[in-house]
């Protein structure tokens, strides 16, 4: 498999442009952008993607609630999911958790440590006997 496809979602336009250049300097460049949760879906389900960055706090949809409707649906549900979010306290990380994401990076983030938070996932994700 070449480089994934990030599907990008926020609802932020200067947001999703950081998230962008960031996953840029870091060598990806198979990306969509969302602006909130419903059409994160309806581009997952017209495009597909390999891999979901998406903000927690956004209008329609949060990003909680599309992290548990790709779980509960069997074609995306082992989809990787990585949360860039402001909320950081204990009660918000047991949310997460129980919504499945593979993990969260707080804002704001350097593209160093969107590195090593998509490259922790991957390998998590990664088929055992490949």
Known sequence: MGSPKFLVVD???TMRRIIINA???IGYDNLIEAEDG???L???LDKGADFVIADWNMPEMTGLELASWIRGNGF???LPILMITTRGSKDDVLKAR???INDYILKPFSPQSLKEKIDKILKSTEPKNA
């Open 11 to 13: 609802d932020s336009v």
């Open 23 to 25: 996953l840029r300097a």
């Open 38 to 40: 419903q059409d994160a």
């Open 42 to 44: 309806q581009k997952l």
């Open 76 to 78: 995306f549900s082992r």
């Open 98 to 100: 129980g919504a499945e």
